[in-house]
């Protein structure tokens, strides 16, 4: 639950910081080697330089020089930095760290010096509870990341900027856990650094005796950003809650979501299909509480390797119905590789609309929409929902722009037909070129050929123009320019055999292209 706590009530925006200080080193799954310490190096400025070192190795410091390093460990093995796969790696630790919560994010700090700084954001608001706690959902965590030899340090405050400081606090405990409103308290005696300012900033404010977050606090805000720019303030007040900050996650918030951790691994079909049942039970009751049906539905699966298997469920109309969510989850398990055991399921209803209950007895049509959004949700979870569909009107007069593909079941204007102006019962897929004799300027053909087959022309009428919109642009590209924005001249013939064909001239004689001749449909 993300906007309230069991009872309904408002619960504190509460930010989990996991600060991985030798990440890129540690992604990269090396046995340490006595003596032979693992360096990653990258190319700057024609040197090469030592971008993260094996925890635990004295001497060796991000931004040396690989010459230097190797003066110190003449056996050090370097390789070559990887930053683009270290950042997969991290999005990959966060997609399984969404087995605590719906929001989990990678977090880099680009401008930290040498060497880049990794780490994770979990969103925990109200999602505590689910794991006994704070405290207890910050030691299961940390202790399956150390299970990875991944060296962490996990900080929980109410606002981004205090758990990112108090993650990278030197010394201290492995996990601090901030109370709702200590954020000022906690931060006072860190360095200013700490307020995740670029090195020139830090540099600036030491240099004037600004040394901790305590001392900056104690300056005048007009002073500071007068003299050191507006981001000293802005961090102060993102770090102490008085101004708002903004975490690029992954996918936004979902309110409805549910997740079932397991004290053993398991990895059986009936297994996983009675989890999925629990979880619907669960996540339809809180759509139902809030006067909510269920569009999409994702099912997440954390796997004891780390990896994440997920299975999607898209509906043709809101529906709340646990059993009916089930089986359809259920018929997608043969998807999911549980590999060696899965830890924990989780279930979200990522898109929800309003759903009002229908009077059967009063519209008698409440049978009939179920029989048909049953038959539309097999087709479109066994095909994909991009492949079931039906056209409705759109507004447009350039007649391969005036359809659109809408969901089956969607509510859409009805067609109107215009008399005067008759509609081919085939319309190409694309207008294809004729070969055609006619008078000049404005006639209708007298014979074309198309498809190797010449039609001579006994009857006609037109003609009808057709432009397209003025707000496109003819820029779009050459097929749009040559044959779709240029005005058409359409005219319905007959030829000898009494087929009856639409055709139209693009473009007007005199102009910057000669016209040509097109087919576009057939009439019964």
């Keep these: ?56 190795v004295d001497g060796l410091l991000p931004g040396q020089t690989l010459a230097e390093a190797r003066a110190l460990y003449p056996g050090l093995i370097p ?5 683009a796969g270290d950042l997969a790696a991290l999005q990959g630790l966060a997609a399984w760290a969404e087995r605590y919560t719906p929001l989990a994010a ?57 758990a990112w400081a108090l993650a990278r606090m030197p010394g201290g405990n492995e996990r601090i856990v901030v109370p709702p409103g200590g954020e000022e308290a906690a931060l006072v005696l860190l360095p200013i650094a ?15 005796g600004v040394r901790t977050i305590g001392n900056l606090l104690r300056l005048p805000r007009a002073d500071v950003t007068a003299r050191f720019g507006a981001m000293a303030v802005l961090r102060l007040d993102q770090a102490l809650g008085r ?26 079909a009936e297994d996983l ?15 139902d509480a809030a006067g909510q049906g269920g569009l999409r539905f994702v099912a997440r699966f954390f796997r004891v390797d780390n990896s994440v298997r997920e299975i999607a469920l898209a509906l043709a109309r809101p ?4 059993a009916y969510l089930a089986k359809l989850l259920g018929m997608k398990l043969e998807t999911v590789d549980p590999g060696f055991g899965v830890e924990a399921v989780s279930l979200a209803a990522e898109e929800s609309a309003v759903l009002s209950a229908v009077q059967a007895e009063a519209f008698r049509i409440a049978d009939d929409l179920d029989g048909l959004d049953a038959v539309v949700d097999r087709l479109a979870n066994d095909l994909g929902p991009e492949r079931v569909w039906r056209v409705a009107p759109f507004p447009s007069h350039v007649p391969e722009r005036a359809v659109a593909r809408v969901p089956v079941l969607q509510c859409a204007p009805g067609w109107e037909s215009d008399p005067s102006c008759p509609r081919p019962i085939r319309l190409l897929r694309r207008p294809e070129p004729i070969e055609v004799t006619a008078p000049v300027p404005d006639d209708p053909p007298i014979l074309f050929r198309w498809r190797r087959r010449v039609h001579r022309v006994r009857a006609a009428t037109g003609p009808e123009r057709i432009a397209a919109e003025w707000w496109k642009s003819k820029k779009q590209d050459l097929t749009a320019r ?30 910057d292209h000669t016209p040509r001749w097109f087919l576009h449909g057939l009439f019964a």
């Design 1 to 56: 639950m993300m906007d309230g706590d069991k009872d309904g009530g408002t619960t504190q925006r509460r930010l989990l910081c996991v600060w991985l200080p030798h990440w890129p080193i540690t992604r990269l799954r090396q046995p340490p080697l006595p003596g032979k310490p693992l360096v990653t190096v990258n190319s700057e400025h024609g040197q090469r330089r030592v971008v993260a070192v094996e925890p635990g």
């Design 79 to 83: 390789l070559e930095a990887d930053p």
């Design 106 to 162: 990678p977090d880099v700090l680009m401008d930290r010096g040498p060497n880049l700084d990794h780490g994770l954001w979990l969103d925990i608001t109200g999602c505590a509870h689910l794991l006994g706690g704070e405290a207890a959902l910050l030691a299961d965590l940390s202790a399956r990341l150390a299970r990875q030899d991944i060296l962490a340090r996990l900080a929980l405050a109410g606002t981004a900027g205090a």
């Design 194 to 208: 700490a307020l995740r300012l670029a090195v020139r900033e830090v540099a600036a404010l030491r240099q004037v």
């Design 243 to 268: 101004a708002e900050e903004a975490i690029a996650w992954p996918r936004p918030a979902v309110p409805f979501h549910e997740v079932l951790a397991f004290a053993e691994p398991i990895g059986t």
């Design 273 to 287: 299909s009675y989890a999925l049942a629990l979880l619907a039970e669960r996540v339809c009751a809180r759509l």
């Design 319 to 322: 529906g709340r119905d646990a």
């Design 482 to 511: 040559l044959e779709s924005d240029l005005i058409r001249d359409y005219y319905q013939v007959e030829d000898a055999d009494g087929a009856k064909f639409w055709v139209f001239r693009a473009g007007l004689h005199g102009g």
